[in-house]
Each structure stands twice: as structure tokens, then as C-alpha cells.
């Protein structure tokens, strides 16, 4: 506008249309437990998610809670992508740029719920989640689950023990790894 007068005002004489032709790929370092490390060349608007399909997802042993963008040696972001998954948020806004790396750390926790819960499975967990955030992340109780909830203690440092929890005392349990829980039917 400063060079075309045309392009201002109430009525402009002058348009301007811009095109873009192709756009340039950039490559991301993906480390840790990936199925495929290394650098790949993926889509200059990828996020977190979209650039960990490209690198073949996340190993087993990998975690899904706490993936790591790294940009000039420093963390700008992480992303929890349960809350994805399980909840349908956003994974955030961090796009990735040319150079970034995507550490994916080990699982720090496997917690097992078997029984009347709609989505039985494996899932992690991290630090002050409760019993009760874990069974909602597995999609809730079923209509016939018991009140009552069995947990059992697989961890050596914290003894192998068992629990039989009401409903109204989950919240308060923290969960540590390798514990396992059943929802027995009424």
C-alpha cells in the first residue's frame, strides 16, 4: 500500500492476489522410543501428533503422557496426548520447525484395568492421578460395575498388597506402577 496508493481507501482501484507455489518440507529429529528414529521430513504445519504418525508412533515401552518438543537444546513444549485420545483437546499449538526434536521418554507407569469399564486396557499414568482420573480415562464404569473396586499392589518398594475401595474413596488413591484394577460386576 505504501508503493500502490490504489490499494487504499473505501473504494481500491488495485487488488492484490498472492499464491503460495509449494511449500518446503522440514526435517524433525524424532528420538527415544519411537518405531522409527531418526530425521523426517514432514509437513511445514505438523504438530506433535501429525510429525509422530510420519516417525510411526510411539513404542510399547514409550510414553504417551509427556512427549518433549525440543528447539535450540531447550523444552518449548510437552504434550500429553491422552488428553487427546481420551478427551478430544487440543494437543496445543507448538508447530514444528525445521531442526526441532521430538523426545518420546520411557513409560514411567503401566496400570492395568480389567472388568466392568467400558474401555478395559493398559494405561499410564502420571503423578497425583488418581484411581478415579484413570477409570474415567478408561471411559467410566459400566452401568452394572460393583461399588466396590479391587486394586491390587504389584510394587516391590511399596509392598504387594490389595485394596477393596468403595467408589467415593477413589479419588483420593494415588495410583504407582503396576497397580492393577478390577471392576467386578453388582
Known amino acids: 500500500s505504501k508503493v500502490y496508493s490504489t490499494l487504499l481507501g473505501d473504494n481500491p482501484k488495485s487488488y492484490v492476489d498472492l499464491t503460495l507455489g509449494e511449500l518446503k518440507s522440514v526435517n524433525v529429529h524424532f ?6 528414529p531418526g530425521v523426517h521430513m514432514i509437513h511445514p504445519f505438523s504438530n506433535v501428533i501429525t510429525g509422530l504418525i510420519q ?4 513404542k510399547n515401552k514409550g510414553s504417551l503422557r509427556e512427549i518433549q518438543v525440543i528447539r535450540n537444546s531447550k523444552i518449548i513444549g510437552s504434550t500429553d496426548i491422552y488428553n487427546y485420545m481420551f478427551s478430544g483437546k487440543s494437543v496445543g499449538d507448538v508447530r514444528l520447525l525445521d531442526q526441532d526434536i521430538i523426545y518420546v521418554p520411557p513409560r514411567k507407569s503401566t496400570i492395568v484395568i480389567t472388568g466392568r469399564v467400558k474401555k478395559p486396557g493398559y494405561y499410564e499414568s502420571i503423578e497425583n492421578e488418581s484411581a478415579a482420573d484413570i477409570i474415567n480415562i478408561a471411559g467410566g464404569r459400566e452401568t452394572r460395575s460393583s461399588e466396590s473396586i479391587f486394586i491390587y499392589r504389584d510394587n516391590p518398594e511399596a509392598g504387594n498388597t490389595s485394596y477393596l475401595l468403595n467408589i467415593d474413596e477413589l479419588k483420593d488413591f494415588m495410583l504407582l506402577d503396576g497397580d492393577s484394577l478390577h471392576l467386578p460386576i453388582k
Open 31 to 36: 528420538v527415544g522410543f519411537v518405531k522409527m
Open 55 to 58: 516417525a510411526g508412533g510411539v
